[in-house]
């Protein structure tokens, strides 16, 4: 299939608004799709890549040369290209790679070299996401949705999933099981603005647990076998030893753990979660990091334990299941309560130790792999800065036409200026992003044809999020986490906006 066919389906998906129009344009394609490129057209148009990190980065995709006018590229061609642009390291690796993405780009259209950036950019916006895909596999393979869902509960894997769907139908879904060494997607949680709220959704009794700001893993053991993975499903093993030695410490031989892994400081309070997340991610230097930034390791839920498959018991069996084989020092504090009052007090001791706050789970839930299931609720303190809007990006997707991704900054008094945060797009109502480009383009600096729109520092805009962490990305070395529009605030000033200082401040 050429990927030019992929380029027009996404355009076609992004300019239909109904969900059903979107199904019935991946469908469409995806029922035409080679089974040998099944899986690369899944994940494109899930906008993910097979080989998840390319090292392809923003500035290499601005400096593209000139587009094709004929398309003649297939999804299998490109898609081996991208193998070989992750595969250049070592001296000269930097050389190689550029001259790799310049073969590949100058291969493609104008509309094709759109697509393929968007992708590796992180920003297809599509709204093709999972559940959208998965409806459009089921009608494409002419099978139950909950079929696909099931298979994905074991299979971790979208574009597998589907892939099997469309190459034998039912069989080849139910043929998927739980096996230990493979990752399965993991359960996520919604969100409540508080613990009486998460209580009232759950309806009764619930498990409250520390939402610790550390990295998500998934252990699974078989004999003296084990492997560790991500919330994306990628293997850490080799980076995480202490997480090895606890796992093969344990009595069972054969089972699948979820839990957490943290940087903790003597006084037992967080690390930063870079610190963390930058001692997982480091892969030559293990050794040495395991005695200046050691790990903690601690579980909150059982797949399988002694052989036997528990993603369909209710939480509280797995829970028996989970504390029968793991020594209590290894598992997250938690609290059973119907109570809001004692729940909000057991909320405040985990923020008061310095973790995110708590996730608030149904008893009878089953593991819902791979979905933000009703049964977890998450519940954290909101943080707010009012902050200025120095720029904008054009919108895809839905968002075409309109400026939608702003550049946050802070005000720095010594200046007289202001330092640049970070960028969200999250927020930002229909009604809001029609108001805002009108503005925008009121108060812009310079071109407003450009992707990136710079703006006179004149909006105040009120910004949550849920922390602040050291960045090297941004002039100011810091960056929000998870920051998101509340509402624009025309009763303040620019020179009314929070300072760099106060920023800094936030920072664990």
Known sequence: MLLIELA??????????????????????????????AEIAIAYLSGVLPQRQVGIGWQTLRDLPPPRQVATVTLGWVNERLDRIKACTGPGSQAARKALVAELFGALTAQEQSFLSRLLRGELRQGALDGVMIEALAKAADVPAPEIRRALTLRGSLPAVGAAALRGGVDALRA????????????????????AAALARI????????????????????????????????EITAQVPELVEAVRALPATDLVLDGEVIALRPDGRPEPFQVTSGRVANKTDVARLRESTPLSVFFFDALRVDGRDLLDLPAADRYAELSRVVPGRL????LVTADPEEGTRFFTEAVRQGHEGLVVKSLGSPYAAGRRGAGWIKVKPRHT?????????????RREGK???LHLGARDPETGGFVMLGKTFKGLTDELLEWQTRRFLEIAEGPTDNWVVTLRPELVVEIAFDGVQRSPRYPGGMALRFARVLRYRPDKRPEDADTVATVRSLMI
């Open 8 to 37: 027009r389906t996404s355009t076609a998906v992004a300019a239909d608004s109904a969900r059903s129009a979107k199904i019935r344009h991946l469908a469409e394609l995806l029922g035409r799709v080679e089974p040998g490129e």
């Open 176 to 195: 998927f099981r739980l096996e230990v060494g493979r990752p399965v997607a993991p359960m996520l949680a919604q969100s409540a603005p508080d613990v």
């Open 203 to 234: 309806g009764g009794p619930a498990v409250l647990e520390w939402k610790l700001d550390g990295v998500r893993v998934q252990a699974h053991r078989s004999e003296d076998r084990v492997s560790v993975f991500t919330r994306t499903l990628e």
């Open 331 to 334: 598992l997250i504090p938690r």
């Open 385 to 397: 800065l009012d902050l200025v809007v120095l720029a904008a990006e054009w919108g895809h997707g």
């Open 403 to 405: 400026l939608s991704n």
